[in-house]
């Protein structure tokens, strides 16, 4: 009876230890279908003017959830002297990116990142003259 109880026991070991590294396969294969794809974007503001560039201008990236609506957290850069920027870590799917700058209009729109490097350049314009009755 005590033969039987070990063989038993040991059946069972080797059954759980079976099933653990089973489950350990399937939550390796899932983390590696499930980890998001991320990319490096170099964005670069110019005048649309005159094609120079925009030093200081404010970019920010808004990811775009799947229901439209856009996601809590963003990222803001700015831009250098030579009016780019670059970022990395921003994954894959649709971007909303605004850029604000003194002295242009806020420039806003969106973009399918789906590439692992991305360049995307920016012209700003300056804002139209307000007519008033006053002048």
Excluded: W
């Excluded at 649709?94 to 850029?99: A, E």
């Excluded at 990142?113 to 360049?119: G, K, Y």
Aim: proline share 4%; charged share 25%.
């Amino acid at each position: 009876m005590s033969r039987l109880r070990f063989t038993g026991v040991i059946l069972c070991a080797a059954l759980a230890a079976a099933a653990f590294a089973a489950q350990k396969n399937t939550d390796a294969k899932s983390a590696t279908k499930k980890a998001p794809k991320n990319a490096t974007v170099s964005i670069t503001v110019l005048k649309e003017s005159n094609g120079k560039p925009v030093k200081n201008a404010e970019i920010v990236f808004h990811q775009i959830m799947d229901n439209g609506k856009i996601g809590e957290e963003g990222l803001e850069i700015k831009t250098h002297e030579d009016g780019k920027a670059e970022s990395g870590g921003i994954p894959f799917g649709k971007v909303r990116i605004q850029v604000i700058a003194t002295g242009y209009k806020t420039h806003g729109q969106d973009y399918e990142i789906s590439q692992p490097n991305m360049e995307i350049t920016i012209k700003l314009q300056r804002p139209a003259d307000q007519f008033s009755i006053y002048k």
